[in-house]
Nanobody
Framework: QVQLVESGGGLVQAGGSLGLSCAAS????????MGWYRQAPGKQRDLVAS???????TYTDSAKGRFTTSRDYAKNTVYLQMNSLKPEDTAVYYC???????????????WGQGTQVTVSS
């Protein structure tokens, strides 16, 4: 069994900062990509940032220059540091990880429980 547990989030004023973390645990052989999606009310879930097993990062255009994702490989944890937050960043943020539970198995996507980020104007 694999679990992703998120922490962080909350309420912040526009221009402020928040940090999210997401720790994967359980029967894990290896983790490929980890990252973050977000879903605003009435909208689809969109990719915010990702980081590969080799440390390569990608960001959605709206996050570039403001958000930074990183990993602690020893702790199977991914982070999202969000700066210069805007009201339009308000959403539920979900972490994900592509995890192999055995050497010979394919990787499957696992999701965190989601954490609310609210940015007030």
């Amino acid at each position: 069994q694999v679990q992703l547990v998120e922490s962080g989030g909350g309420l912040v004023q526009a221009g402020g900062s928040l940090g999210l973390s997401c720790a994967a645990s359980g029967s894990i052989f290896s983790i490929n990509t980890m990252g973050w999606y977000r879903q605003a009310p009435g909208k689809q879930r969109d990719l915010v940032a990702s980081i590969s097993s080799g440390g390569n990062t990608t960001y959605t255009d709206s996050a570039k220059g403001r958000f930074t994702t990183s990993r602690d490989y020893a702790k199977n944890t991914v982070y999202l540091q969000m700066n210069s937050l805007k009201p339009e960043d308000t959403a539920v943020y979900y972490c994900y990880a592509e995890i192999k539970i055995r050497a010979w198995s394919r990787g499957y996507i696992y999701w965190g429980q989601g954490t609310q980020v609210t940015v007030s104007s």
